[in-house]
């Protein structure tokens, strides 16, 4: 499976982006997804995953009800909406697709990784 992310760019404090992240084939549909980021000189952290049916999703403490991950699998596209943008959530952003059918927060349950996208909030 290859990964294609997009949607990166630079926002205002207070702004909205969406990331999308487009899959290679159709079998994306069996996979659960998330996404990660990693801002400089930090460790790469998780963001959100949602499960294959995207009838299960999780997000991490610092993004939960800012962010929404979502899927369209007739499009193999996974989302994330993201609000209230925070010059915190600066950071390049990794699409992944898991292993199992269910979305995770342990990015070792992540075979296939897209090539990221920077997002950028000022203050």
């Known amino acids: 499976v290859q990964l294609q992310a997009s949607g990166g760019g630079l926002v205002q404090a207070g702004g909205s982006l969406r990331l999308s992240c487009a899959a290679s084939?159709?079998?994306?549909?069996?996979?659960?997804m998330g996404w990660f980021r990693q801002a400089p000189e930090k460790e790469r952290e998780f963001v959100a995953a949602?499960?294959?049916?995207?009838?299960?999703?999780s997000y991490a403490d610092s993004v939960k009800g800012r962010f929404t991950i979502s899927r369209d699998n007739a499009k193999n596209t996974v989302y994330l909406q993201m609000s209230s943008l925070k010059p915190e959530d600066t950071a390049v952003y990794y699409c992944?697709?898991?292993?199992?059918?269910?979305?995770?927060?342990?990015?070792?349950?992540?075979?296939?990784w897209g090539q990221g996208t920077q997002v950028t909030v000022s203050s």
């Open positions: 084939r159709r079998t994306f549909r069996n996979n659960g």
């Open positions: 992944a697709a898991s292993r199992y059918g269910s979305g995770s927060s342990y990015s070792n349950n992540y075979a296939f």
């Open positions: 949602i499960s294959w049916s995207g009838g299960g999703t």
